[in-house]
């Protein structure tokens, strides 16, 4: 990288600005700075530049190679430069290089949505021949849709894209496009969803059943001289045992271990949804077990009920993807 810069303002410098520019500039700190302050080394540069150019007419041939020059400088503080040795044999061969970027991601503090969309800029999209864009997400997520696009310059308007549906099976979605402009920009969307299996499909059937569990059960206070027998034919069965078994196979579920961001964001509504359906047992345990007076037996169905109301409202809400989303951005 240092050798390129050093390339760059001895071979493309107007003569008499090369001892001006070279002097005011740290080359080796700006590769430094790259990785440790980048705005302030951007700065800087630009500083020097215009402070040379005071007082100094430029012609228009001059001025266009003191932008370059500039350009290429300012983009070796927030831009690295990959070297790669590759083997003789390869010699005139098209061959393709990945390299991989891990990233956290960017503030969202929603709660409640399924689905979390990200976008990102990429610096550059038309300098290269083609551009391939392959994004992994954690396990525990899925890939809904990744969309590579080209960007002109009036406007940010589409000029192509290329998309890759993930059918919610895959953590991984790969998109190919060829630039038609060097100067146009490029953009990455990425939608991602809880995957099908494990948590999100263990609510599937965990949320409706102890929910129609515990309302059928409140509806059949009210049909007593319908559907039980003479009390004295009933012989006790520990009742309240069996329940306390639904909360400790929920509670199962709650992840005890470390995990990334995105995952404890996208299966919080999941594992809010499972605590409530645990409390909703418990209450119903307690009920069976312990001899409450009416006021108590009453309120404690009450608030089975909406336990289980709210946790099936709000399944159906996070299922059907019903609350508001929009896309966030890292920042550059």
Excluded at 38 to 67: H, W, Y
Excluded at 130 to 137: C, K, L
Excluded at 152 to 172: C, L, N, P, Q, V
Aim: aromatic share 6%.
């Amino acid at each position: 990288m240092l050798a390129m810069l050093s390339y760059a303002v001895r071979e493309f410098l107007p003569s008499r600005l090369i001892h001006e520019i070279g002097s005011g500039l740290d080359l080796e700190a700006i590769v430094r700075s790259s990785l440790e302050n980048a705005g302030g080394a951007k700065s800087k540069i630009n500083q020097v530049f215009t402070e040379a150019r005071k007082g100094m007419p430029l012609s228009r041939l001059e001025e266009s190679q003191v932008d370059i020059v500039q350009d290429v400088i300012v983009q070796a503080a927030d831009h690295f430069l990959l070297l790669i040795e590759v083997d003789k044999s390869t010699v005139a061969q098209r061959s393709m290089v990945k390299y991989a970027l891990d990233q956290d991601t960017p503030d969202d503090d929603r709660r409640g949505t399924k689905r979390v969309t990200i976008s990102q800029e990429i610096p550059d999209f038309g300098f290269a021949a083609s551009q391939h864009v392959e994004i992994q997400v954690p396990p525990g997520l899925m890939i809904e849709r990744l969309d590579l696009q080209e960007l002109g310059d009036e406007g940010g308007r589409i000029r192509h894209e290329s998309s890759d549906w993930g059918d919610g099976k895959r953590s991984i979605a790969h998109c190919a496009l060829h630039p038609t402009h060097r100067l146009n920009r490029g953009r990455w969307i990425v939608t991602v969803v809880p995957a099908q299996q494990g948590l999100y499909g263990f609510a599937k059937v965990a949320v409706p059943t102890v929910a129609a569990s515990s309302i059928g059960a409140f509806i059949a206070r009210f049909m007593d001289a319908y559907l039980v027998r003479d009390p004295t034919d009933i012989f006790a069965s520990p009742s309240a045992s069996i329940l306390l078994v639904g909360p400790a196979l929920l509670l199962s579920w709650m992840s005890r271990k470390p995990e990334h961001a995105m995952v404890a964001r996208l299966q919080f509504p999941l594992r809010l949804m499972l605590l409530a359906l645990a409390s909703c047992l418990l209450l119903l345990a307690g009920v069976s077990a312990i001899p409450l007076t009416p006021h108590a037996w009453n309120a404690a169905w009450v608030l089975v009920v909406i336990l289980a109301l709210g946790s099936s409202i709000h399944f159906t809400c996070f299922a059907a993807d019903l609350s508001l989303r929009q896309v966030v951005r890292f920042k550059r």
